[in-house]
């Protein structure tokens, strides 16, 4: 029977990481996202080979969770800001070595120790490019308690297919938020693509994702985070093989953007489009309802960016995007449109109100563009 | 699946290995592999890891399964490999720099733990890979390139650490003493929880170039000639009497049963 509860988003998350079958949890206590780390504390000792570690520090607790992920087990960690810094270094690790894990991060305001108890969105930049190095990564923002579920079901899922870490871009607001959610009986898995006896623990067919051999699995593999050929073994003296590994390693996840976006499109033949994601969008949601002259683009992958959907309004002047930061995502469309993007940008910790996204509308919807 | 024969430890189109002329980790390796070899452990339920430095390199000459990791981390990974899979063999292969300077918090965490795994740390009391910077273990007064005047801080002792932190076996032997390495990884590995072993080891390219020590040979002569048995060291403590400078106390420091994490069962 799916079952109707009435929780905060952190636990919501943990919910999700439960019903999609997570088994291992490492992390290290940071609010505001503890609540994650507590739900999986009680609830993965129930479970069979369920196992929640709480390591010295964020950076033992994605290794941890790498580490598992190499059993075979559904992995993740969950965190905030600071200790989602000192996670970057294995985040490139996980990446590079092609690890299925999940990480949750319950944004605060930053940079160091900042609000630790107040929401932002100011680690949308360092989701994407905040280890070293080029890579890609898939970055998921929940608007709704309902959302935290869901969309950490599907993180794990999108994590096992593309074999990268996948993060939970959520934010105090949403993680600290109590709304009603239907848990259903059960939901959709797909775990890694498994791999043939002749494959090569790197190599990879034309889907550019090898297929997983976890340890244990008999084919002895050597997994390490030096530039690396099919076999796992190291070879960082060439520069064609750095190329080739880092180039299919980006484009198994850039190549697929547009199959992996998943957005919300709400009067698209408006002049005036606000662009959001995550919380924010609740302010956008409540402004259409109430303004028929807007329209909005909610975004509930934000990374990689889907930039071919802007070109779905055809009447659009202005592109105003409302964050809470002082204008991260509003670069990015930036760099895919003609059309004129404004940045709301608000930090401190509180929601923009939909009185003052109605203020910028007004502004912008005269005007052409141009105010 | 077992081995017939030792070499089938190794993952032989890895070799030869990238390690100096007269370095002493390919020693070590081979006492591990003797004693993983001696104890008959399932290849395909091991798991070599490391993280990052010369030692690190060794879990790629290794046949089974391994991850090599980022530096300092290895034991922090192989906590969720050994609580994934706690019927694995596991074990982390580091060095001083590796586990001591940037992986030091993940060590005592370790120790604390007593997480069930055996950890061998080739101490060449340099920092090797990088080109010979001081280590938390480079002796007071030896040089380095980051100490060219000498170094002035006081080195960690890695054995009273672990059994102060609370490692279930602690041992150190040089790279000299094969057959007691290669006794003390059995044991290591045969005692349920963390199990530590300190490997001094000869860095002809660094360490014995700068401190004039000398080549390979030398430089393992001067190990094992610097050699004191622990149960020797503790008396002249106790008689007050002075332990001359540069040795190296070996020995079996402590072999017990505090509980244990990730055991088998």
């Known amino acids: 029977m799916s079952q109707l509860e009435f929780v905060q988003g952190n636990i919501a998350c943990g919910k999700g ?15 505001p996202s503890t609540e994650v780390a507590e739900y999986m504390a009680a609830a993965l000792p129930k479970i069979e080979g369920g196992c929640f570690i709480q390591m010295e520090d964020e950076i033992a607790g994605i290794a941890c969770a790498i580490g598992a992920a190499w059993t075979g087990a559904r992995s993740m960690t969950a965190t905030s ?12 690790y996980a990446f590079m070595t092609e690890t299925p894990c999940v990480i949750v991060n319950v944004q605060r305001g930053g940079p160091s120790t900042g609000q630790p108890t107040m929401a932002a969105q100011g680690d949308m ?31 794990f899922n999108l994590s096992d297919q593309f074999r990268c870490p996948v993060f939970v871009m959520t934010d105090e607001i949403i993680g600290h938020m109590r ?36 340890f244990g699995s008999g084919q002895r593999i050597h997994v390490t985070g030096l530039t690396h050929d099919e076999r796992g073994y190291p070879d960082s003296s060439s520069y064609q093989r750095h190329e080739m590994l880092i180039k299919r390693l980006v484009h198994k996840i850039e190549s697929r953007r547009h199959e992996i976006a998943d957005y919300e499109i709400v009067n698209p033949d408006a002049k005036i489009i606000f662009i959001c994601y995550g919380v924010p969008a609740r302010t956008v949601q409540q402004l259409a309802a109430q303004d028929k002259a807007i329209g909005y683009l909610r975004l509930r992958i934000v990374w990689p960016f889907p930039e071919e959907v802007l070109k779905q309004f055809k009447n659009v002047t202005t592109f105003i995007v409302p964050e809470m930061n002082l204008g991260m995502i509003s670069r990015e469309i930036e760099r895919h449109t003609a059309i004129p993007v404004v940045s709301v940008g608000k930090i401190g910790g509180d929601l923009h109100t939909a009185q003052e996204l109605q203020e910028v509308a007004n502004a912008y919807k005269t005007a052409g563009g141009q105010r | 699946m077992k081995a017939q024969v030792k070499e089938d430890w190794f993952r032989k189109d890895r070799l030869p290995h990238i390690f100096c002329v007269g370095c002493g980790n390919g020693t070590i390796i081979n006492c591990v592999v003797d004693a993983v070899f001696h104890l008959d452990l399932d290849i395909d339920k091991t798991v070599f890891l490391s993280g990052i430095g010369c030692s690190s390199r060794a879990p790629g000459y290794m046949a089974s399964d391994s991850l090599h990791t980022t530096h300092g981390r290895a034991l922090a990974f192989a906590t969720g490999v050994k609580l994934g899979r706690p019927e694995f063999d596991v074990i982390v292969y580091t060095g001083d720099g590796d586990l001591a300077a940037i992986g030091g918090n993940h060590f005592i965490h370790a120790c604390r733990r007593n997480i069930d795994m055996t950890v061998v740390c080739m101490n060449n009391q340099i920092y090797g890979m990088t080109g010979g910077q001081g280590s938390p273990c480079t002796p007071i007064g030896k040089l380095s390139t980051t100490t060219p005047y000498g170094a002035q801080e006081t080195p960690f002792d890695l054995c009273e650490l672990a059994v102060g932190a609370g490692a279930n076996y602690v041992a150190r032997w040089t790279s000299y003493h094969v057959k007691e390495l290669r006794n003390a990884v059995i044991t290591g590995i045969e005692t349920p929880g963390l199990s530590f072993i ?24 001067y190990l094992r000639k610097n050699a004191m048995l622990l149960q020797k060291a503790r008396r002249m403590e106790e008689e007050g009497k002075k332990i001359p400078p540069e040795t190296f106390i070996v020995g079996e420091y402590v072999k017990r049963s505090r509980p244990v994490m990730g055991g088998k069962t």
């Open chain 1, 17 to 31: 990481a439960i019903a999609a079958g997570c088994t291992f949890f490492g992390g290290y206590p940071i609010t």
């Open chain 1, 81 to 92: 800001g600071p200790g989602f810094s000192l996670m970057m270094e294995n985040i490139g």
């Open chain 1, 125 to 155: 930049m360092q989701a994407r490019y905040g280890s070293h190095g080029d890579y890609s990564i898939i970055a998921l923002c929940p608007a709704t308690v309902q959302e935290c579920f869901e969309l950490t079901v599907k993180a």
């Open chain 1, 179 to 214: 709304e009603r959610i239907l848990i259903p009986d059960s939901v959709e898995i797909i775990r890694p693509k498994p791999a043939k006896p002749t494959d090569l623990p790197f190599g990879t067919d034309e889907s550019d994702i090898p297929g997983f051999l976890p």
């Open chain 2, 198 to 221: 300190e490997v001094l080891c000869q860095c002809p390219t660094s360490f014995g170039n700068k401190n004039k020590i000398g080549e390979g040979v030398e430089h393992a002569s």
